[in-house]
């Protein structure tokens, strides 16, 4: 599987070019499943959900311009809800998931993501997906491949406690950097975060993405990050 890791999603043509890179043809050609399940964390999840299935991106908190992932241009796309699944039948899901060309996975709380893809048993079948397959993730989508997170990061915890994630790639993310709507994502404070992890960090704003590729990792920015490593 191949990861494209980004803040604030396919918000440039640097990085939706990485995106049809990866792809190997155009996004027109592609099919994709939606995985929105992050987003059930937040107060405002249900309606933000349904603003982003349904397009409606163009008033606040959506930035100008700003598209969800669904509405991208795909020859197909369904919605893939982990919360539901744990109680399904793998294989009625399985072999959608292998057949697809990209996952999108929606930010929101990055530790219930990660709950609820070890519960539903995504989390095991991650490893086993075509090479070619994309993993597109947003935000907590990108954190949670991570090894952890860090405390300043942990909302909504998970029964077992800690802010252990999946630890797919080999190093974390502070997404959002200097975001004005996020004042306390400043570059000082993303450094104090890096700081404390116990591997590498980026700190990437929403005009960067992560590309990871057969271990090779590559940065594509049309705007702000940093490397740090403790």
Known sequence: MKFLLTSGGISNDSIRNALVDLLGKPISECSALYIPTALHANTNGPTMIAR???????????SEGYVSMCHMGWKSWGVLELAAL????KERWHQRVRE???????????????YWMRQSGLADLLPELPR??????????????????GEDFVRW???????????????????????PDLPDNCMANAEEWAAGMPMPSYLIDDQTAIQVVDGVVNV?????WKRFVP
């Open 100 to 114: 697809t060309d990209a996952l999108l996975v929606e930010g929101g709380d990055p530790l219930y993501l990660c």
């Open 157 to 179: 915890r998970p029964p077992t406690g800690g802010d252990s994630t999946l630890g797919l790639v080999d190093f974390a993310i502070f997404p959002h950097l200097d975001n």
């Open 86 to 89: 744990s109680n399904i039948d």
């Open 132 to 149: 070619e397959m994309v993993y597109v993730g947003l935000s907590a989508g990108s954190m949670v491949m991570a090894p952890s997170i």
């Open 220 to 224: 594509i920015s049309e705007g702000q």
């Open 52 to 62: 982003l299935i349904s397009g409606d991106t163009k008033t606040p908190p959506f």
